[in-house]
C-alpha cells in the first residue's frame, strides 16, 4: 500500500533518517509488524521561529517495495534528418534546445564561440592567478554558458513559461542527484555541473547531432525577412553556414551579437537590467541570524543537520528595488570579466556548499530613464552604462582582476576602509570607495538598502562582510524583440531570439525552458 504524507515538522527530525521515520510510524500508526519505505517528493525549511521546522511531502510505502522513477528520453537518430536547426550558443538555451530537437527527430548544429568544459578550466584559472581574460573563453563563455562555473542553481519562479520537472529531471537523466527534484530550491554545484554538461554533449552527438566549439558568429546574411546564411569564424578563418532556422541563444555577456544585430539594421531595443556589488559574509555570521542562533556554538549545533543558510532581500529605495541576487551560501566570488579591460564579479558554490563564506549580489534595479546619459548609443544604451561602470572598477581596482572592495559598514558609513577583511575572491581586493566606481544613484541607493537590510537580518551590516565591485551581469541590459506567438524576431521570420541573451530568461531552468520553448516554435512551423 502507499501513501502520501504532508509534515511540517522540527528540521531535526526531517534531515535525520531514523527519526523521519519513526515520525512517519507513529502520524500513521504503523504495526511493528509493517514494512514500510520513504520517499522524499519535496522538501523545504521554514527557519521563521526558534525551532526551525521543515515542510516535506513524502510517499510511504507499506509493506511493499518502492517504485524507481522511470524518466525515459526518446532520443531519435537525426544524422540524416530532413530538418536541420543552426543553435548559436551552447549554454543551457542551446544545449536544452538541441536535445528538444533530437526528440523531435530534428537535426541541430551547434556552434558555440568558446571551448568545451575540461578545456575551459585553464583558461579561469589564468583569470584567477594570472589576471588573463580569454575573450572568448570565460566564466561567461565556452560550453555549458555562465551556469556551468556559477553554481548550478536551479530555483526559479517562472513555472507559466514551460514544464519545469521536465528540465530537472533531464538534468538527473544525464547524472545529476536525484535530489533537485526534492529540494525547494535545487542546486547542482559547480564541481558537479560540468561532467551533467558533457554528458548532455555526449547525448548530442551520440543521435547524430553537431557541436562546433571554438566557433563564433560573427555576421549574418539576410534578405528581405530571412536569414540564408550565418559566418563563423574558426580557427582564424571564416566559413559560410547554410541555415533555414536560426536560435540565437549566445547569453547575456555577448556584447559584440548586439552589435553585429545593430550594425545590420537588426531590430534590438534597450531594457532594464540590475547593477551593484557582490557583498560576502562569513557563512557561519549568515547561520547565526538566520537561524536564530544566540552563539556561534549554538550554530555548530544546528548546521550538524541543516544546510547553509540562505537569504532573500529586496526594498524599494527612491523608486528603485534593491535586492539580493543569486546568493551562494558555502561559496567563493568569482572574476567574470569577458574583456580585459573590465572587473565583474559572480559568485558560485560547490555541491556540498561547504566553503566558510557566504556572498550574495547586491543590485540596484536600472530603468530605461537611468540610462538617459547615454541616449545618443540608442538601444545600446544600457550596455554602454554597464561598460563604463566595469571598465571603472578596472582602473579603480588597479588595472588588474584585482577587484575594488571595501568593508560593508565602512560603505554604509562613508569611511575608507583601511584594511580590508579577507575574502574568497582569488585575485584579490584593493580598497577603494566604492561609490567612485558605481556613482552616486547606484552608490547612495545601495547604502540605504543596506540599512534597510539590516533592520531584517539584524547584524547584516557588519565590518564582518565585504563588498566586492562590481555585479553588473545580473542579465542582458538589452532586449532582442520577438513575436510572442511565434518567437520569431519581428523582423526576420526564421531567426528565434532565445533565453538570456536575448532578453526572455533569467538563469539555468528559466533559459533551459526557453530553449525547448523556441525548437517547439520551429517544430509548428515545419
Not at 90 to 116: D, H, Q, S, T, W
Not at 187 to 194: E, M
Not at 248 to 254: E, F
Not at 326 to 353: D, F, H, L, Y
Amino acid at each position: 500500500m502507499k501513501k502520501e504524507l504532508q509534515l511540517f515538522i522540527p528540521a531535526y527530525i526531517a534531515f535525520n533518517e531514523s527519526l523521519l521515520k519513526e515520525e512517519v510510524a507513529s502520524e500513521l500508526s504503523l504495526k511493528p509488524s509493517d514494512s514500510f519505505s520513504i520517499k522524499l517528493l519535496r522538501r523545504s525549511i521554514d527557519a521563521r521561529s526558534k525551532i526551525i521546522k521543515a515542510n516535506v511531502k513524502l510517499a510511504v510505502y507499506i509493506n511493499e517495495p518502492v517504485l524507481p522513477d522511470n524518466f525515459e528520453i526518446n532520443y531519435k537518430e537525426v544524422a540524416d534528418a530532413k530538418h536541420v536547426i543552426t543553435i548559436i550558443g551552447a549554454g543551457p538555451a542551446g544545449l536544452y534546445a538541441a536535445l528538444r530537437c533530437l526528440e523531435l527527430g530534428i537535426k541541430p548544429i551547434v556552434f558555440e564561440r568558446g571551448k568545451n568544459v575540461q578545456e575551459r578550466r585553464r583558461d579561469l584559472a589564468a583569470i584567477n592567478k594570472e589576471h588573463v581574460v580569454n575573450p572568448e573563453s570565460n566564466y561567461c563563455f565556452g560550453e555549458g554558458g555562465a551556469g556551468t562555473y556559477s553554481d548550478g542553481k536551479l530555483y526559479t519562479r517562472s513555472n507559466k513559461r514551460g514544464d519545469i520537472d521536465y528540465i530537472l529531471k533531464t538534468f538527473v537523466y544525464h547524472g545529476a542527484d536525484e535530489m533537485i527534484l526534492v529540494d525547494a530550491h535545487p542546486h547542482i554545484g559547480t564541481n558537479k555541473l560540468p561532467h551533467i554538461i558533457a554528458n548532455m554533449r555526449q547525448s548530442i552527438l551520440k543521435y547524430g547531432g553537431e557541436i562546433h566549439f571554438n566557433s563564433k558568429l560573427v555576421d549574418i546574411n539576410y534578405k528581405e525577412d530571412k536569414i540564408s546564411s550565418v559566418i563563423i569564424e574558426r580557427n582564424q578563418s571564416r566559413v559560410e553556414h547554410l541555415c533555414s532556422h536560426v536560435v540565437l541563444a549566445t547569453g547575456h555577456s555577448a556584447r559584440d551579437i548586439y552589435e553585429l544585430l545593430n550594425n545590420n539594421q537588426i531590430a534590438i531595443e534597450a531594457k532594464p537590467f540590475a547593477l551593484g556589488v557582490r557583498v560576502e559574509h562569513p557563512q557561519a555570521y549568515i547561520d547565526k541570524i538566520q537561524y536564530s542562533c544566540h552563539t556561534f556554538d549554538e550554530v555548530i549545533e544546528k548546521r550538524t543537520y541543516l544546510p547553509a543558510s540562505s537569504y532573500n532581500l529586496v526594498n524599494q529605495v527612491n523608486n528603485h528595488g534593491v535586492y539580493s541576487f543569486c546568493m551562494c551560501p558555502g561559496g567563493i566570488i568569482a572574476p567574470c570579466a569577458t574583456s580585459q579591460k573590465e572587473v565583474v564579479t559572480n559568485g558560485w558554490s560547490p555541491s556540498k556548499r561547504n566553503n566558510p563564506y557566504a556572498n550574495s549580489g547586491i543590485v540596484v534595479g536600472l530603468e530605461l530613464k537611468d540610462f538617459e546619459p547615454y541616449k545618443k548609443f540608442g538601444a545600446l544604451a544600457g550596455l554602454q552604462l554597464q561598460k563604463e561602470i566595469e571598465h571603472k572598477a578596472w582602473l579603480l581596482g588597479g588595472k588588474t582582476q584585482t577587484a575594488p572592495a571595501q568593508n560593508l559598514q565602512d560603505f554604509v558609513n562613508n569611511k575608507l576602509s583601511t584594511q580590508l577583511i579577507e575574502c574568497s575572491y582569488q585575485p584579490g581586493t584593493h580598497s577603494v570607495q566604492l561609490k567612485e566606481v558605481l556613482g552616486n544613484m547606484i552608490g547612495s541607493a545601495l547604502q540605504q538598502g543596506f540599512k534597510l537590510f539590516n533592520q531584517k537580518m539584524k547584524g547584516y551590516v557588519s565590518n564582518e562582510a565585504i563588498i566586492l565591485g562590481v555585479e553588473s551581469r545580473t542579465s542582458t541590459p538589452v532586449r532582442i524583440p520577438r513575436d510572442k506567438e511565434t518567437l520569431q524576431h519581428v523582423q526576420i521570420k526564421n531567426l528565434y531570439p532565445c533565453a538570456e541573451g536575448a532578453g526572455y530568461a533569467g538563469g539555468i531552468v528559466s533559459a533551459a525552458m526557453d530553449g525547448v520553448n523556441c525548437i517547439n516554435a520551429i517544430f509548428k512551423m515545419l
